[in-house]
């Protein structure tokens, strides 16, 4: 009878509270306790914990329920799920009230598309909201996308996320097998307005093939496929180095299309590396087109100047400087092969006993 009683006393409270839509319901534990602890009832459950909230469920080794604090500590191989995500730790304390879970230890939280790994996770079951911190691990299977970091971010109702601390973001594209690697300070994703952007802050550094870039911020539109490189960007690819005051790089699903140089450009290509010769093009604006990885053409637009070195065997060696409204060069299997002067055209050849004195501020 006396255990009956207890039972009762137990289990009164947790049922009388599933009326409410902030209730939590008891549905099954090997084990009940319940104790004083510093003036406030405790009740403990052990052995195969269960229990529910409208449609978040709950399981664990271990629960402990405080009562005035509309607490449950959950240890032990914890699972909580509410069907659209589920959250695995070795401990979580979870609010019933407000629905917020902080979970510790070996926290992973998974959805239909996205796994999230991290030391600690606070999550609001109603809100959606996400702060995670310690070797955070984003992964999302729809797109190939993973993402490293210190803490990480996510608010659904602004439709925003970020990623802070070396962040590093990683995307395969399996149809061309190129790994586009984005590293930088924070990393940030909105999508707002229809319009998807995610934004590299601080020390960002681009891989992606053949292709090196650097600059202290990047934008990349999604469904554009363009990424915006601002203050000192500077790229490599193949033997090609480029900089200039912003540099805007298309891609067509994560393959190189084109780039392009805004103010102060500069593009470097070598053209005998034993030398340390390159033809170096500039202008007020230029565009660098590829095609199948490889450099195809280069025009440069508006006060622009070009310096090409001789290196055919036939030839007379020698270096060739001109400065036109426009001029474009061209490509072969990845090496230059002519170039094209348009538009107020001035040149000098410079015979190779006079190479030095070639007039032109090298970058």
């Known amino acids: 009878m006396l255990r009956v009683l207890i039972f009762l006393f137990l289990l009164f409270p947790l049922s ?3 009326s409410s839509d902030q209730g939590i319901e008891l549905i099954h534990a090997d084990r009940h306790i319940g104790k004083k602890v510093n003036g406030e009832q405790l009740r403990i459950f052990e052995g195969n914990v269960h229990f529910r909230q409208d449609t978040i469920q709950m399981w664990c080794e ?5 009562e005035k604090s509309d607490k449950i500590d959950f240890l032990g191989n914890v699972i909580i799920t509410d069907n659209l995500r589920t959250i695995r730790a070795a401990k979580i304390e979870y609010f019933w009230e407000s629905r917020q879970a ?28 996400v702060l995670a911190r310690g070797d955070v691990y984003l992964f999302n ?82 469904d554009k496929q363009i990424a915006v490189l601002n203050y000192n960007p500077q790229a490599w690819y193949e033997d090609s180095e480029m900089k200039s005051l912003q540099m ?20 470097k290509t070598v053209a005998d590396s ?35 070195y001789v290196t055919e065997e036939s030839a007379e060696k020698g270096a060739n400087y001109a400065t036109a409204d426009t001029i474009k060069i061209f490509f072969t299997a990845g090496k230059l092969d002519s170039i094209s002067i348009i538009g107020g055209a001035r040149g000098t050849y410079y015979p190779e006993k006079f190479k030095k004195e070639i007039a032109i501020e090298r970058p």
């Not at 979970?103 to 030391?119: E, N, P, Q």
């Not at 999508?191 to 891989?207: P, Q, T, Y």
């Not at 805007?248 to 593009?267: M, N, P, Q, Y």
């Not at 340390?276 to 230029?286: F, R, S, V």
């Open 274 to 308: 034993t030398t340390d010769e390159y033809d170096i093009l500039k202008g007020k604006l230029i565009r660098f087109y590829i095609k199948d990885k490889k450099p195809e053409r280069i025009i440069a637009i508006d006060n622009a100047s070009s310096l090409y």
């Open 16 to 18: 009388a509270q599933t």
């Open 102 to 129: 902080y979970c510790y230890d070996r926290v992973r939280i998974k959805s239909k598309d996205d796994s999230l790994f991290a030391r600690f996770l606070e999550y609001n079951f109603k809100s959606g909201e």
């Open 62 to 66: 271990k629960a402990v329920m405080y």
């Open 248 to 267: 805007v790089v298309h891609f067509d699903s994560l393959r190189l299309r084109e780039i392009t140089l805004k103010g102060k450009a500069v593009a």
């Open 141 to 222: 299977r729809e797109n190939l996308t993973s993402i490293w970091g210190k803490e990480g971010i996510y608010k659904p109702k602004e439709k925003f996320s970020q990623v802070a601390g070396n962040a590093h973001l990683m995307k395969l594209d399996t149809s061309s097998l190129d790994t586009m690697h984005i590293y930088a300070d924070i990393l940030q994703y909105f999508n707002r307005d229809s319009e998807k952007v995610a934004i590299a802050l601080g020390s960002v550094r681009i891989a992606q093939g053949n292709l090196k870039a650097v600059a202290d911020t990047a934008f990349y539109y999604v």
